[in-house]
């Protein structure tokens, strides 16, 4: 692969990372709210091959630790080879292919993919994707932790033209694709390679409110990691904060979200199924489902359980406690009168039981 200079001027503003995007000269998304991920105008590609779109949602504050892309495949066509110091997880948003993944060209590994598959190339490990279909094209979404290794070391020569071997994160094990996984504990599955995420069994969260499932996913020993989360009409969960790098894909369903930084005021934020969005760092989010079928989001995320990076421990605390997660009884009532509101719209009505105020009366 022949890298392409990086002419990062420092004293910019810029950061390295973006100074760096914006050489790639494919289109930048700067939405807040990405509508469908499914009809996002891309452009070529030299580096990857292919046609793709960088998506900077929120400021450059936001931006610190990941940033995803979308890259279409051609029919009949393939990516560039490629091998990175930043991590990756791959969701693919429609049509099929394989992936090749090698150390060593002698032992190069394949595995096939489709529409819901979820993978990690691991790190600093060349890999090529590849359409499996000579009529359509194949479209993915892809998280990278690309802006803290920019950042970082500014230099593309270290970033992808790194000799280093990972060899605990992959010793080119014939059967690392497979497939299998792990449960663990924390609704954890623990794998390399899912090949339809609606597939994946999804598990309680009693502390984030009524009906709230989750499954945590870790893939190829990343620190980013997934989870995907249901949503059902006439309940809601706690809100609650985190650092930046959480970004929402909506699988099915409808609804809103609410968004505010400490202190500041309320926005909303309608989205459907194939919207893109990312609360931004450290502001109080929550979501509502409007649509009468559940809700199913997938989360692609900076940070996971299995080699946690810190931060990101208190979203199930209470605020009262220190924590980040609001409880019922400290929330702002506008918010379940709002929610109240849009069901009633859609002839739903709310099922939980009556608000109580910390003082003890109904809000
Ligand atoms: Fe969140």
Redesign the pocket.
């Known amino acids: 692969m022949a890298l392409k200079s990086f002419d990062f001027k420092p004293y910019n503003k810029l950061t390295p990372f973006e100074a760096w995007i914006e050489s790639e000269g494919i289109p930048i998304v700067r939405e807040f709210v990405v509508p469908d991920l499914r009809t996002v105008e891309l452009g070529p590609w030299g580096r990857l091959g292919g046609k793709g779109a960088w998506l900077v949602l929120g400021s450059a504050n936001d931006q610190s630790a990941t940033t995803p892309y979308i890259c279409e495949i051609p029919p009949g066509g393939r990516l560039e080879p490629e091998k990175h110091m930043y991590e990756e997880i791959i969701f693919v948003l429609d049509g099929m292919g394989a992936t090749e993944v090698w150390i060593d060209e002698g032992k190069k590994r394949l595995f096939e993919w489709g529409p819901n598959s979820l993978f990690a190339p691991p790190l600093n490990v060349w890999h090529r994707l590849v359409n499996g279909s000579g009529q359509k094209p194949a479209r993915f979404m892809a998280l990278t932790n690309a802006p803290a290794v920019f950042n970082l070391y500014h230099n593309v020569e270290f970033v992808f033209d790194n000799p280093f071997s990972f060899r605990d994160r992959y010793a080119e094990e014939p059967d690392y694709f497979s497939g299998k996984g792990e449960q663990k504990p924390g609704r954890v599955w623990d794998s390399n390679f899912i090949a339809d995420i609606n597939k994946l069994s999804l598990h309680e969260w009693k502390e984030r409110g009524p009906a709230a499932r989750n499954v945590e996913i870790e893939l190829a020993h990343n620190a980013i990691a997934a989870h995907i989360s249901e949503g059902r009409p006439c309940v809601y969960r706690k809100a ?3 650092g930046p790098g ?1 970004f ?1 894909f909506v699988l099915e369903g409808a609804g809103y979200s609410l968004m505010w930084p400490e202190g500041g005021s309320m926005k909303r934020y309608d989205w459907g199924a194939g919207s893109l969005f990312t ?1 931004p760092n450290r502001w109080f ?1 929550q979501h509502f489902t409007t649509s009468r079928e559940p809700v199913r989001r997938l ?1 692609l995320k900076g940070w996971g359980q299995k080699y946690p990076i810190g931060g990101w421990d208190l ?1 199930a605390t209470g605020t009262e406690e220190g924590g980040d997660m609001i409880e019922y009884e400290d929330e702002d009532p506008r918010v379940r009168r709002m929610y109240e509101e849009e069901l009633k719209k859609v002839g739903m009505t709310l099922q939980m039981p009556p608000a109580k105020t910390r003082s003890g009366s109904s809000a």
């Open positions: 609650h904060r985190h959480a929402i609360p989010h989360a979203m």
